[in-house]
């Protein structure tokens, strides 16, 4: 069975820092392209950081470069999101995705995760 499982949401302070994990079973991440969305009440989903299938290149929304890394390890099949310097802005449900093709940040990948909740407060 196909699956992607988040992990490492939770609460904290602006200027805070998180790891979120993108777990999959059931299949390989290594030659996937890799999403990371968010999506905020009331407001659509939006694309924040993915990696792309072919070299590994890494995209990110103008809105957290320089703040979020993603990263993939390959060896434990699990995609990471490292969010530092956090805003309330930043407070969301994570979702991370996955596809053979490459859709980059567009929503139009076929695996999901359940997603996790990021809330940035003080």
Avoid: H
Wanted: hydrophobic share 30%.
């Amino acid at each position: 069975q196909v699956q992607l499982v988040e992990s490492g949401g939770g609460l904290v302070q602006p200027g805070g820092s998180l790891r979120l994990s993108c777990a999959a079973s059931g299949f390989t991440l290594d030659y996937d392209a890799i999403g990371w969305f968010r999506q905020a009440p009331g407001k659509e989903r939006e694309g924040v950081s993915c990696i792309s299938s072919s070299y590994g290149s890494t995209y990110y929304a103008d809105s957290v470069k320089g703040r979020f890394t993603i990263s993939r390890d390959n060896a434990k099949n699990t995609v990471y999101l490292q969010m530092n310097s956090l805003k309330p802005e930043d407070t969301a449900v994570y979702y991370c995705a996955a596809d053979a093709l490459d859709y980059g940040m567009d929503p139009l990948y076929d695996y999901w995760g359940q997603g996790t909740q990021v809330t940035v407060s003080s």
